[in-house]
T-cell receptor
Framework: GENVEQHPSTLSVQEGDSAVIKCTYS??????FPWYKQELGKRPQLIID?????GEKKDQRIAVTLNKTAKHFSLHITETQPEDSAVYFCAASRPPAAGNKLTFGGGTRVLVKP | DAGVIQSPRHEVTEMGQEVTLRCKPI?????LFWYRQTMMRGLELLIYFNNNVPIDDSGMPEDRFSAKMPNASFSTLKIQPSEPRDSAVYFCASSLFGVGGRYQPQHFGDGTRLSIL
C-alpha cells in the first residue's frame, strides 16, 4: 500500500519568514495530494490540494509543488504569521482505484515566533 | 451545510464499559471515514464506507472495535469492552466521489475526545 513520509516533524520560524514542509510517497499511481491544517484542539481542515496533472498551485500565501518523477510534494508558506502555527498533514490518494481513501504523513508541527 | 457532525464531543468512561461514537456525514457525500488520532501514532484510518458498505476495515485495531453505517446519514463506531489504551480523539470524515471520476476532499468533524479511566 501507499506510504507517505513527512519532514520535518517540527519547524520553528520567525514571523515573516517562509516555511517549507516536504512529503514523499511510494505509490507512483497516486494522483491527488491534499494538505490539512490542524490547530490545537480542532479538526483537520483542508488548506490546499494538487492533482497530478499540474506541477504547482498557489493560494495567497500558500503554495504546493509536485514532482511526480521523484514522488515528492511540498507545502510552502510565505510571510508566516502567528496564526499559521498549527500541525500540517500531507496526504496522498489515487482515486478512483482506491476511492477517496487518503494516506496521511506523520504531521509537521509549525511554530511561528512573533 | 452543517458539516460533519459528531457526538458526543467528549466522553469519559471507565474501563470495560461500552462506548458508542456517532457521526452524521455531509448530506450527499458517499464516503465516510473513521480515524483515530493520538500523539504516538498520529492520524490512523480505522475503517471507511462507500454508499454505506464497509470497504476497508484493516485499520480496526481488534475485535473490540466495530463500525456500522445503517443509512447514508448515520454511522457509529463502537468499542466493547473499552480499555485505557483506547483513549484518543476519534474523527469522522466524509467526502464525495462525484460523477466522471471527479472527487472532492474529505471534510472532518470536530471529533470525539475519548478518555477511558
Amino acid at each position: 500500500g501507499e506510504n507517505v513520509e513527512q519532514h520535518p516533524s517540527t519547524l520553528s520560524v520567525q514571523e515573516g519568514d517562509s516555511a517549507v514542509i516536504k512529503c514523499t510517497y511510494s505509490d507512483s499511481a497516486s494522483n491527488y495530494f491534499p494538505w490539512y491544517k490542524q490547530e490545537l484542539g480542532k479538526r483537520p481542515q483542508l488548506i490546499i490540494d494538487i492533482r497530478s496533472n499540474v506541477g504547482e498551485k498557489k493560494d495567497q500565501r500558500i503554495a504546493v509543488t509536485l514532482n511526480k518523477t521523484a514522488k515528492h510534494f511540498s507545502l510552502h508558506i510565505t510571510e508566516t504569521q502567528p496564526e499559521d502555527s498549527a500541525v500540517y498533514f500531507c496526504a496522498a490518494s489515487r482515486p478512483p482505484a482506491a476511492g477517496n481513501k487518503l494516506t496521511f504523513g506523520g504531521g509537521t508541527r509549525v511554530l511561528v515566533k512573533p | 451545510d452543517a458539516g460533519v457532525i459528531q457526538s458526543p464531543r467528549h466522553e469519559v468512561t471507565e474501563m470495560g464499559q461500552e462506548v458508542t461514537l456517532r457521526c452524521k456525514p455531509i448530506s450527499g457525500h458517499d464516503y465516510l471515514f473513521w480515524y483515530r488520532q493520538t500523539m504516538m501514532r498520529g492520524l490512523e484510518l480505522l475503517i471507511y464506507f462507500n454508499n454505506n458498505v464497509p470497504i476497508d476495515d484493516s485499520g480496526m485495531p481488534e475485535d473490540r472495535f466495530s463500525a456500522k453505517m445503517p443509512n447514508a446519514s448515520f454511522s457509529t463506531l463502537k468499542i466493547q469492552p473499552s480499555e485505557p489504551r483506547d483513549s484518543a480523539v476519534y474523527f469522522c470524515a466524509s467526502s464525495l466521489f462525484g460523477v466522471g471520476g471527479r472527487y472532492q476532499p474529505q471534510h472532518f468533524g470536530d471529533g470525539t475526545r475519548l478518555s477511558i479511566l
